[in-house]
């Protein structure tokens, strides 16, 4: 399959996909749009890599880089396709910021977080967390594959993550992407962190050694001190999570890290090693377990640490630590 082909299927096939909420705050209605195309998106990339591989047939020792260079060239694609799209709609929202909010649209969405919360009933930071995992990714079960490391002495708060994030988005410290389709789906609105992606960092690096460009981006941004006290995020890239997994092993220190990387080829893996590191230099992480992962719940994760932040910022709740977790 040529890279034309897969761009020209995906580009089609994300057009006829979107759909938008019809009523309702713009805002709302441009992050449920955005949410909705980077899961069409996801879902396009794991079709054609499993159809390009079905095609290739690899099955010597090479056959997993092989397939980790498809799976970054079919980011690069579906990148580039949601990159104006995305931008457009939350320029336009941001711009009537207001928006028209009627009944009928607000009974809507408050049915919708009443059928989550009685999927995740818990009232602890995790939970909304849990929640939030849940209506990104629309599955119930998701809520029992997230893991809270890190940030907690004791190592049995699980909120001790979102706390930190929480934090760290009041101080307005960089929230840092691993790829361009994770950094579009961090809401603009309720904080002024700034948002980087890594992609597109570390080139030289990644042609000189022969390493993923992901994991070339995160050892460059860490070069430059990006990740020091950030928000570090990886939705999509295995080798990003391991090379910034390397980078806190060697004494970067995140304020957070969300890895939920997705896939067959090192994910559930990379997973693990954030897990690891992250209990053994304390430093609070959100993971989750198995093949299953993604940009749009590293974007919902991140957004919902945004949603604490302000929900602390207007005294509805305190970030300081309880006997809850």
């Known amino acids: 399959m040529t890279t034309k082909l ?5 580009s089609c ?30 879902r396009i990339k794991r079709r054609e890599i499993e159809q390009a591989f079905r095609e290739l047939e690899p099955t010597d020792d090479a056959a997993d880089e092989r397939r980790e260079a498809v799976e970054e060239l079919a980011d690069t694609i579906v990148d580039r396709l949601l990159a104006v799209p995305v931008t457009s709609l939350r320029t336009a929202a941001e711009d009537d910021p207001t928006g028209a909010t009627t009944a009928d649209a607000m009974d809507i969405a408050e049915t919708s977080m009443d059928r989550v919360r009685e999927l995740v009933p818990g009232e602890t930071l995790a939970d909304r967390a849990r929640a939030k995992a849940v209506h990104a990714t629309g599955d119930p079960e998701f809520q029992h594959l997230l893991r809270f490391d890190g940030g907690d002495e004791r190592g049995s708060d699980e909120s001790a993550p979102i706390r930190a994030g929480a934090r760290a988005v009041l101080n ?13 789906g961090i809401t603009g609105r309720g904080h002024g962190c700034s948002v980087r992606k890594a992609i597109g960092e570390g080139a030289e690096l990644a042609e000189r050694t ?3 460009r992901t994991a070339a981006a995160v050892l460059e941004l860490d070069r430059q001190a990006a990740y020091e006290g950030a928000i570090a995020v990886i939705g999509n890239a295995p080798t990003a999570a391991l090379a910034l997994a390397d980078c806190i092993e060697d004494g970067t220190r995140p304020a957070v890290v969300i890895a939920t990387p997705v896939g067959f080829v090192k994910a559930a893996e990379s ?18 377990v ?33 006997n809850e977790q």
């Open 6 to 10: 897969l761009s020209e299927r995906a």
């Open 210 to 212: 022969g390493m993923t």
């Open 13 to 42: 096939d994300v057009r006829s996909g979107s759909e938008y909420p019809p009523e309702g705050n713009e805002n709302e209605r441009a992050e449920a749009a955005i949410a909705a195309i980077h899961e069409k998106g996801e």
């Open 271 to 288: 997973r693990e090693r954030v897990r690891a590191v992250a209990n053994e230099y304390d430093v609070p992480a959100i993971t989750n």
């Open 290 to 322: 198995g093949r299953r992962g993604g940009s749009g719940l590293a974007a919902g994760l991140t957004n919902e640490l945004v949603h604490v932040a302000s929900d602390s910022r207007d005294g509805e709740l305190s970030l300081e630590t309880t």
């Open 172 to 184: 307005e410290r960089s929230i840092v992407t691993d790829i361009t389709m994770v950094q579009s």
